[in-house]
């Protein structure tokens, strides 16, 4: 049964969703049980099963959040951009993780891991046209309007960023400045 009515249950189950996003990105999906984010969320397990009725609802509304939290990252780069902004740079600074290299190879390690659980890609996918709506407007607010199409395309951009994470990392590059470099290329 899923509840939370009243604002109090809408803040609890917000903060189970928000525990249960932040375990599965530490730690992986395989680290998501009703035990393990009612620890995280500082609630008594009972809580989560209050609030979601298995764990499958509990995985689902953890895809939602983690994209939730990355569109918000995105959010606050565009609302603190100003122009003469390097466009490579602003899209790398919105769609990497804060940290250095070691926080960026962890953090796309466990978003590839999210494909393991059927439950969470789909809700990751399913909640994936809110990041792409964030990313489109700080794209045409870096480029504008009349930039070619494929510069545009929130998919490739989000795409370039992934595979210049992956190849730096394997290859040994800092990984901030390289996808900046790719950025570039593609943005030409």
Same mark, same amino acid.
């Given at each position: 049964m899923t509840v939370g009515g009243t604002a109090k249950g809408a803040r609890r189950r917000e903060l189970i969703a928000a525990a249960a996003a932040a375990l599965v990105l530490d730690q992986g999906p395989g680290a998501l049980s009703h035990r393990a984010v009612a620890a995280r969320a500082g609630v008594p397990l009972a809580a989560t099963t209050y609030y979601f009725r298995d764990l499958d609802e509990l995985a689902a509304v953890a895809g939602a959040a983690l994209v939730d939290s990355w569109t918000a990252h995105a959010r606050a780069v565009l609302d603190t951009l100003t122009d003469g902004d390097d466009p490579a740079a602003v899209l790398a600074e919105a769609l990497l993780p804060p940290g250095d290299d070691?926080?960026?190879?962890?953090?796309?390690?466990? +978003? &590839?891991?999210?494909?393991?659980?059927?439950?969470?890609?789909? *809700? !990751? =996918?399913?909640?994936?046209?809110? &990041?792409?709506? $964030?990313?489109?407007? &700080? /794209?045409? *607010? !870096?480029?504008?309007? =009349?930039?070619?199409?494929?510069?545009?395309?929130?998919?490739? +951009?989000?795409? $370039?960023?992934? =595979?210049? +994470? !992956?190849?730096?990392?394997?290859?040994?590059?800092? /990984?901030?400045?390289?996808?900046?470099?790719?950025?570039? /290329?593609?943005?030409?």
């Open positions: 070691s926080a960026i190879r962890a953090h796309h390690e466990q +978003v &590839l891991a999210l494909g393991r659980n059927p439950v969470l890609a789909t *809700a !990751v =996918g399913a909640a994936r046209v809110r &990041l792409d709506a $964030v990313l489109t407007e &700080l /794209i045409e *607010a !870096v480029l504008g309007r =009349g930039a070619p199409a494929r510069t545009r395309d929130p998919e490739l +951009v989000l795409a $370039v960023v992934d =595979g210049a +994470v !992956v190849a730096a990392a394997s290859e040994g590059r800092a /990984i901030r400045p390289h996808t900046r470099r790719l950025l570039g /290329i593609l943005l030409a």
